[in-house]
């Protein structure tokens, strides 16, 4: 059996995890990994969970019992009020509507079946860069035709929104277009709401169909409601859309893989309804048969309750104001330290991920000189710098600057 080639980057990115994994040294900074770590480089359960996991347990109804294919009914219907807002006409119309899926991976990969499947699409953008599984996802999901659309300016370390609109207005009609709602990974770099409504505009006239992976909502302002603007705006333009929520980062609920793809239908499609569910039960039986049960009921019983949902709140601001803190700290060493080049990016990105600017031969002598790992694209995860390590981290920077200065 002939094996397939697997392309360069995933490979480095391989290799660099490896090398990360095989460092025996104690001071060694895993910055690859994707997920939060508290200040002392913990992974966080939310106290609130911690607590209602409890009271779960000893539940006496609390069984491990199967899942129906589509989830839990308080979850289908609590879960898309935290993006489109619990007062939202479309989800009381009907025009929208979500089912339970295993985290935000499977809310794409079903999504996207459905769309080839039902809504005959077959072409995909992307971001460059993104999220490297956002392009297998589409393709192992049946889609022909992966397209990229510019995302990131090297030299300004932003967002190059004069070619992403270039490339928006050159897409062909029904295109499928990934967007990621908030603090996006692996840039940082996020739309305003202005360049939000160009996007909208350029989709509007080309006929484009939006796909949201809405995987770090919260996680950008620390505000839930903020981070879910763009949703509500495409739903109040009356877009036809999908939406891939995860609850991994911003409740902390990894392991137990909760998600949602939230569908916001047109009139046409919304007389469609039963017969789109049952195309997506299909598809979820054949993925994974049933999603899971432990994690979803922690969610549905927060959105049950003020009081637990303001706690959630409180949590997420304090994750936030945690990886405000590390991206200051750094640039504010790096800049003392007359590290070259500027760092304002730093501070100007959001959420968990960072293009910091250092280049793969920087990134690999960050490694093998200070046990400092990052991926080598440059993306840094915020979430592994912290008071204990910074210092050592801003030396590190500085040096594989000095040193590969290309």
Known sequence: ??????????????????????????????????????????????????????????????????????????????????????????????????????????????????????????????????????????????????????????????????????DLRNAPEHSVIVLQMCAHNPTGCDFTKEQWIQIADVMEERNLFPFLDAAYQGLATGDLEEDAWPARYFAQRGFEFFIAQSFSKNMGLYGDRVGCLTLVLNDEQQKQTEHINLLLASIIRALYLCPTRHGPEIVVQTLRSPELTEKWSECIRKMVKRITEARKGLRDRLEKLGTPGKWDHLTNQKGMFSFSGLTAKQVEYLGKNHHIYILPNGRTNMCAFNEYNLDRVAAGFHDAVIKCPK
Not at 54 to 64: A, D, G, V, W
Not at 65 to 84: A, D, K, N, R, S
């Open 1 to 166: 059996m002939m094996c397939s080639i697997i392309p360069k980057p995933v490979l480095d990115s391989l290799h660099t995890v490896k090398a990360c994994a095989d460092d025996k040294d104690v001071n060694k900074v895993d910055a690859i990994f994707g997920a939060y770590r508290d200040e002392n480089g913990k992974p966080w359960i939310l106290p609130f969970v911690h607590d209602l996991e409890r009271k779960i347990f000893e539940c006496p109804s609390y069984n491990h019992e199967y899942v129906v294919f589509l989830g839990m009914v308080p979850f289908q219907e609590l879960t898309p009020q935290v993006i489109l807002g619990a007062d939202s006409p479309d989800l009381k119309s009907g025009r929208a509507f979500g089912v339970q899926t295993v985290s935000g991976t499977a809310a794409l990969r079903a999504g996207a079946e459905l769309l080839l499947r039902h809504f005959k699409y077959t072409t995909f953008y992307i971001s460059e860069p993104t999220w490297d599984n956002h392009d297998v996802t589409f393709l192992y999901a049946g889609f022909a035709d992966s397209r990229r659309y510019r995302f990131w300016d090297p030299v300004t370390r932003g967002l190059d929104m004069e070619g992403l609109l270039e």
